[in-house]
């Protein structure tokens, strides 16, 4: 049964990619393990990426975390399991992790983040599920109604030449 919070799925390179940016950062760079740290340092700006586990029973503990990154713009990469998101992590089980400052699992993180979010870098697959492109916002009325003005004035201007 998919989980309600896990908002797109993640190819098993990627996450196995994401596995080991986990490993990397924990071992030289500024890491936070487990959902209320993680849900802080969100909250604060602080990670570069956050990694979540599909399988947290039960799902009300993390459900609020894809929210918030995408509230904060934050990438966000979903793994099968939490025992290897916390082996990876140096732990048990973990359910989630951010990663503020990735050391020398930085090169890494940016390709996740590029396949994630669908900016393709050079010689990436394609045909991988990404995250949804965000919506534009709408435009104001204002300028909704100058725009209309101009085009209604263009053909007027081209007639009377």
């Known amino acids: 049964m998919a989980k309600s919070y896990v908002k797109f799925e993640v190819p098993k390179e990627v996450a196995d990619k994401a596995y080991e940016a986990v490993k990397l950062a924990v071992q030289n ?13 969100i909250e604060r700006g602080l990670p570069t990426i956050v990694v ?22 934050i990438a966000l990469v979903f793994v099968p399991e939490k025992e290897k998101l916390g082996a990876a992590a140096g732990l048990k089980s973990c359910a989630a992790v ?7 699992a930085a090169p890494l993180i940016s390709d996740i ?8 870098s050079k010689g990436e697959a394609k045909g991988e599920e990404a995250k949804p492109a965000k919506a534009e916002k709408p435009k104001k009325a204002k300028e ?4 209309e003005t101009k085009t209604e004035e263009a053909p007027e201007a081209e007639a009377e030449q």
Do not use: F, W, Y
Request: glycine share 10%.
């Open 98 to 104: 951010a990663i503020e400052k990735g050391g020398e």
């Open 113 to 120: 983040i590029a396949k994630v979010t669908g900016k393709a």
């Open 144 to 147: 909704a109604k100058q725009e």
């Open 29 to 41: 760079g500024n890491v936070r393990k487990g959902v209320n740290e993680v849900t802080k340092s």
């Open 52 to 73: 979540v586990a599909e399988d947290v029973e039960p799902e009300e503990v993390i459900m609020h975390v894809p929210t918030l990154c995408e509230q904060r713009k």
